[in-house]
């Protein structure tokens, strides 16, 4: 490994640290907090490694900030861009290695969603990325250039592992499973995988890292495969309009110099798959990649869905561009220069807003008096859990958080946020009431709650339920002609939580500031005797 080598991951690492110190957490990140606090064998949405992440960074540093629920994922994923970088070497030579590096260091979705972000693609990357490295071992063995020769060895058993152990990250680690799969059914001197007594140990390993995830599933009448398959399900015909739109966010979350080429690299080398090597990528990258483009004309994906693939795809255009390098250094050269100072510059910019607020109108400090205003702005969803836990450590909330019971919130994702503000200060449950609830009905029952007095804590965001609430609600019975609403309306979830308890008390506001302004609001509620359970329409009751 070159000084070049060591200095690109260094520098990558210590770039990610500051932006993770600054930026604050986001909506899944407080939620994963929750993880956390409730260590389970698995949970409802996701497998339980992103809880293991973020407990890493807590348990070190014995605090709850955005900067220690990072550090599990700085660190993995400088070792996933090590292990590519090893991957690359391996298939092609180093100079190849060094370029996939470089590039996938300044691709902006890996580095801030692999490598910042506390989120289940963060360890599924890290164990992806060494199964990408020890399979690349395996299946084209230094010392032989004969492929047809190949035989395999204990690293299958070893690769079963690695798949077992993403997809104990991510749901995601099947699809690498299934590529690998695809991989040795289509080269002819790897099928002998399929007759070897090392698939047996590959599988045995597979399930073994797995198995926290299947028991508790297996206990909970299998939930979590439900809730994600479901997610597979078609909303609507297929839409043309909306695959196109599936692409172009693709390329944008990538960077579209990045992007395009990445793209046409791939999609160019489909007719050289009689390339083992070649073969190899192209099936643990392309399913991945171009099946949730595809799925993006029936359904809305989420940016992190393909990212995987993309990931993968990297192998081969640092390879194409080294081909290039050796023509044209100079273009090549000014390619990398000028798309990362744009990239850079633009990452620059919205960190500093979404930390200092420096184009928020009026805001202290803004550029030219600041374009945006915080009604406006969707950064400012993003909460400062340390504000809302030194107005909790403070009069008058403390003492209301002292006379409450539990503490809950009409999202889940609020909730989320809560438990990170507050589950240092308070071992008071914090849980939500909706029929939307994700993990937090396992991490309590229904009934738990019955007879005792809450503080409900929402946003001028999340204070309202919609029709599906609604509905859902009536879907088990509990209606109230108050609740009736039109198309595009919503009603105020304290109206309805009257209902279920003897009483609702408007406590006040607690103003969440940046840059000299007020950009978030907190409300704040007392709820006097829960009368009856609130409806769960899954999870403990």
Same mark, same amino acid.
């Given at each position: 490994m070159t000084a070049e080598v060591i200095w690109t991951l260094v520098l990558g690492l210590l770039a990610r640290g500051a932006i993770a110190w600054l930026l604050p957490p986001g909506f899944d990140e407080a939620y994963y907090t929750g993880y956390v606090r409730h260590p389970q064998m698995s949970y409802f949405d996701h497998p339980p490694m992103v809880g293991w992440v973020a407990g890493l960074g807590i348990a070190l540093t014995g605090d709850v900030t955005q900067f220690s629920i990072r550090i599990g994922p700085l660190l993995l994923f400088t070792a996933s861009l090590y292990f590519l970088y090893r991957t690359s070497c391996?298939?092609?030579?180093?100079?190849?290695?060094?370029?996939?590096?470089?590039l996938t260091s300044l691709v902006p979705f890996f580095g801030v969603g692999f490598g910042i972000l506390t989120l289940p693609d963060s360890p599924l990357m890290f164990f992806w990325s060494a199964c990408l490295w020890l399979a690349s071992v395996e299946f084209f063995p230094k010392h032989s250039d004969d492929i047809g020769l190949y035989r395999p060895t204990w690293r299958v058993g070893a690769i079963g592992g690695l798949v077992g152990l993403a997809s104990l990250g991510k749901y995601h680690g099947f699809l690498l499973g299934l590529g690998l799969v695809l991989f040795c059914g289509l080269s002819a001197p790897h099928r002998r995988v399929f007759r070897s007594g090392w698939l047996i140990g590959a599988i045995a390993a597979f399930v073994l890292f797995l198995s926290p995830m299947?028991?508790?599933?297996?206990?909970?009448?299998?939930?979590?495969?439900?809730? =994600?398959?479901?997610?597979?399900? @078609?909303?609507? #015909?297929?839409?043309?309009?909306? *695959? %196109? &739109?599936?692409?172009?966010?693709?390329?944008?979350?990538?960077?579209?110099?990045?992007?395009?080429?990445?793209?046409?690299?791939?999609?160019?080398?489909?007719?050289?798959?009689?390339?083992?090597?070649?073969?190899?990528?192209?099936?643990?990258?392309?399913?991945?990649?171009?099946?949730?483009?595809?799925?993006?004309?029936?359904? =809305?994906?989420?940016?992190?869905? @393909?990212?995987? #693939?993309?990931?993968?795809?990297? *192998? %081969? &255009?640092?390879?194409?561009?080294?081909?290039?390098?050796?023509h044209q250094p100079r273009l090549i050269r000014r390619w990398l220069t000028i798309s990362g100072g744009i990239m850079v510059t633009l990452l620059l910019i919205a960190l500093l807003h979404v930390r200092f607020g420096i184009i928020q109108k009026d805001g202290a400090g803004a550029i030219a008096g600041g374009i945006w205003q915080p009604v406006d702005d969707p950064s400012t969803q993003l909460i400062d859990v340390a504000?809302?836990?030194?107005?909790?450590?403070?009069?008058?909330?403390?003492?209301?958080?002292?006379?409450?019971?539990?503490?809950?919130?009409?999202?889940?994702?609020?909730?989320?946020?809560?438990?990170?503000?507050?589950?240092?200060?308070?071992?008071?449950?914090?849980?939500?009431?909706?029929?939307?609830?994700?993990?937090?009905?396992?991490?309590?029952?229904?009934?738990?709650?019955?007879?005792?007095?809450?503080?409900?804590?929402?946003?001028?965001?999340?204070?309202?339920?919609?029709?599906?609430?609604?509905?859902?609600?009536?879907?088990?019975?509990?209606?109230?002609?108050?609740?009736?609403?039109?198309?595009?309306?919503?009603?105020?979830?304290?109206?309805?939580?009257?209902?279920?308890?003897?009483?609702?008390?408007?406590?006040g506001r607690i103003p969440l500031q940046r840059a000299g302004g007020v950009v978030q609001i907190v409300h704040v509620y007392r709820a006097q005797n829960l009368q009856r359970p609130y409806p769960r329409p899954y999870g403990y009751y």
């Open positions: 391996h298939l092609f030579d180093e100079a190849t290695g060094r370029l996939t590096l470089i299947l028991i508790w599933n297996a206990q909970h009448d299998w939930v979590s495969f439900r809730f =994600q398959g479901a997610r597979a399900v @078609p909303e609507g #015909g297929y839409r043309i309009g909306d *695959l %196109l &739109l599936t692409l172009l966010v693709g390329v944008a979350y990538l960077f579209p110099s990045f992007g395009v080429p990445l793209w046409w690299t791939n999609l160019r080398q489909v007719p050289a798959w009689q390339n083992p090597k070649y073969l190899w990528i192209l099936c643990l990258s392309l399913p991945i990649y171009g099946g949730f483009t595809l799925m993006g004309g029936y359904r =809305q994906v989420l940016p992190s869905w @393909p990212m995987p #693939g993309f990931f993968g795809a990297m *192998l %081969l &255009l640092g390879h194409r561009m080294a081909i290039a390098q050796g504000q809302v836990r030194a107005a909790f450590q403070s009069s008058p909330w403390r003492e209301s958080l002292e006379q409450a019971d539990f503490v809950f919130s009409n999202n889940f994702f609020f909730a989320g946020q809560m438990i990170m503000a507050l589950g240092k200060i308070t071992d008071k449950p914090i849980t939500c009431f909706d029929t939307d609830i994700r993990g937090f009905a396992y991490w309590s029952r229904a009934r738990d709650f019955v007879g005792k007095n809450g503080l409900y804590l929402t946003s001028e965001q999340f204070q309202f339920f919609d029709q599906r609430a609604i509905a859902d609600l009536a879907a088990v019975g509990e209606t109230n002609p108050a609740w009736q609403l039109g198309a595009d309306e919503r009603l105020p979830a304290a109206m309805v939580y009257r209902a279920f308890f003897e009483s609702m008390t408007d406590l």
